[in-house]
């Protein structure tokens, strides 16, 4: 099951369409290039969003060879006591980069590196921390492990020479949710589910931003490779209560441009709706899978990046279980 | 692999190739002036086309032809209709759709269905006889690698109409173990089904049955694997006339799940006969 399981869901999770996504948010922040694929650079530069906190935001686009993969946002919490960095980038080289780039903005060395979640993008950038500890949840522990081989042959075939020498290196200490002191600042991590079975959420309470991992898109359409919606939508209003309560300023989503990151709260909650009522009623009504990919999609979520492919991989990996739920009555619950 | 700038789009009946089209063009223009070279165009095109005049350039198609069509009549016609997925996102799931209804609208009667991918390495995917059905079927099936798919109709007069579109892939889907193979529990739910009528929503009339029949579908091109395959399936009323079969090659998904259609609801009880290729029986009433 584990290799079959494993193969299909690299297929889903980044096959990419060759064709440019429209999108309004495409491409960077204003004073940011996208990457130079002549020169093997990502380009990165960090962008303070609060005092000692600076994100590394990533194309708003689907994988692709112009953007190196890079399409996610990482960043970094830089205290006179050292440095933690969240999220490693989907390559050996996106790792060395951005090491290269947090050396240049700061001069503590880095103590901590988190992975927020299994997906590649999230960890391939390991290889170039290795000498520092790198934590993540158990359960994304054991999914880096199951899925890396894997992960590591579909971004090369997605993005090629971006990819070379890439090796995945699972992270090395299982982490304990909870509120911890990291250089004056409480940090809190919380571990909730959905987008993954294990999603890592990272609270500056000092700063008051919050980094959500995969559970929050923004203006691009969310992936769910191994989703579960239901605990999805859960986790969302999970974080917006979280949101209110603590009075967070900044949210960065994982994919997605940072300043829009409090609205992918709505717009995730919004997509995992309509996705969900769409695949229940298509299966209903007796549709075909060959069908259900070619349904219209809202305006509202036309010109989010990633669209249509994101959508059509979604109804890939979910479709199924809605279909054998309306061919056996209710005894199986789609998720 | 090769490229296509839209592998949903099917060539118009009788389009030339980029290629072919020049050659033909420059070949003309070569008849013009120099009138004493006729030869000349017919052998740089007999060079260049190794496909036989297929749309799609597929050097398997010559071969394809000989096998399935033998030496009857066969013409490409986009009144048969297949469509698959832009991009096969999941290479052992490929969703499918073939409608040839547009040849009842020419005032033709379908023989049979055939569904084969060029590239695959079984390239028989299913052979489906409509009999009282629609003739359109809905299936998912395993790609190896991008690869034309075709709808070969025969027709009862003898002549053969051929749909297709490209699908690209990423691969593989014919030489992984399924899900239920991988974690052996095909054995537990073998040859059980599940089915259910629908009214057919998309034309306000007749009905649609969809049937899932839990087999693991080897295609023997797993290493110790041998291949284990259903065959066969026919629906049979209550007197017991045929509504529709189809038989099933390696390619065809696990688990199928097959989408048919008829113009009036069948008069129930229904009958699901079939076997797979260790002589395994299926016999399942539907409803």
Not at chain 1, 21 to 42: H, I, M, N, V
Not at chain 1, 71 to 78: C, K, L, P, R, V
Request: charged share 20%; proline share 7%; glycine share 8%.
């Amino acid at each position: 099951m584990r290799a079959a399981r494993t193969t299909l869901r690299i297929c889903c999770l980044t096959l990419c369409c060759l064709a440019t996504p429209f999108t309004l948010a495409q491409g960077l922040p204003a004073q940011q290039k996208g990457a130079d694929a002549s020169r093997l650079d990502y380009r990165l530069v960090p962008r303070q969003i609060a005092t000692d906190l600076w994100v590394i935001e990533g194309a708003v686009d689907d994988f692709s060879r112009s953007n190196g993969c890079n399409i996610i946002n990482t960043g970094f919490i830089a205290t006179a006591q050292g440095t933690l960095v969240v999220n490693t980038g989907p390559s050996r080289l996106y790792g060395e980069q951005q090491r290269a780039a947090i050396r240049r903005q700061t001069g503590q060395p880095v103590q901590q590196v988190i992975n927020l979640n299994l997906h590649p993008d999230y960890f391939l950038g390991n290889q170039a921390w290795q000498d520092v500890p790198v934590q993540a949840l158990a359960g994304t522990m054991a999914g880096q492990r199951a899925e890396g081989k894997a992960y590591e042959d579909n971004l090369f075939r997605l993005c090629g020479d971006w990819m070379k020498g890439t090796e995945h290196r699972p992270a090395t200490q299982a982490v304990t949710p909870g509120m911890r002191d990291f250089g004056g600042h409480r940090i809190e991590l919380l571990r909730l589910s959905g987008h993954t079975a294990d999603d890592l959420v990272l609270i500056d309470h000092e700063r008051s931003v919050l980094f959500a991992g995969g559970l929050v898109f923004a203006d691009r359409v969310p992936t769910t490779p191994h989703a579960n919606l239901a605990h999805w939508l859960e986790s969302l209003d999970q974080l917006e209560q979280l949101v209110r309560k603590l009075g967070i300023r900044t949210l960065v989503p994982s994919h997605g441009p940072v300043v829009r990151g409090l609205e992918g709260i709505a717009q995730t909650r919004d997509w995992l709706q309509w996705l969900q009522a769409t695949l229940r009623d298509s299966a209903e009504q007796g549709l075909d899978l060959g069908e259900v990919i070619r349904l219209p999609v809202p305006d509202r979520f036309a010109q989010w990046a990633a669209q249509p492919a994101e959508f059509v991989r979604s109804v890939h990996h979910l479709y199924p279980a809605y279909e054998r739920q309306a061919l056996r009555g209710p005894a199986v619950t789609a998720r | 692999m090769k490229q296509v700038e839209d592998p949903g789009t099917k060539p118009a009946p009788g389009s030339l190739s980029r290629r072919r089209g020049l050659q033909q063009g420059i070949g003309a223009l070569l008849g013009c002036l120099a009138p004493g070279l006729w030869s000349l165009p017919a052998i740089a095109q007999a060079e260049a086309d190794h496909s036989g005049g297929d749309p799609l350039e597929s050097m398997q198609w010559p071969l394809l032809r000989r096998r399935f069509i033998g030496s009857e009549p066969m013409r490409f016609n986009p009144a048969v209709e297949v469509k698959g997925p832009p991009m096969a996102d999941d290479a052992m799931n490929v969703p499918l759709i073939v409608d040839a209804r547009g040849l009842l609208r020419q005032g033709l009667e379908i023989d049979r269905i055939v569904i084969v991918a060029d590239r695959n390495p079984v390239q028989h995917v299913a052979t489906f006889m409509p009999r009282q059905a629609r003739p359109m079927l809905a299936l998912r099936f395993r790609l190896e690698q991008a690869s034309p798919v075709r709808a070969l109709v025969r027709t009862v007069d003898g002549q053969w109409h051929v749909g297709h579109s490209w699908i690209n892939a990423a691969g593989g889907g014919c030489t992984v173990p399924g899900a239920s193979r991988s974690d052996g529990s095909w054995s537990r739910t073998l040859n059980q089904v599940q089915a259910r009528l629908f009214p057919n929503l998309l034309e306000g009339r007749g009905a649609r049955l969809r049937l899932q029949v839990m087999h693991p579908m080897d295609t023997g091109l797993v290493a110790g694997i041998p291949a284990f395959h259903l065959e066969e399936l026919e629906l049979r009323d209550s007197a017991q006339q045929p509504w529709l079969r189809i038989e099933l090659h390696e390619p065809v998904s696990e688990n199928p799940l097959l989408t048919f259609e008829f113009e009036q609801r069948p008069p129930g009880p229904l009958m699901l006969l079939g076997r797979d290729n260790n002589g395994n029986r299926i016999e399942q009433e539907v409803r």
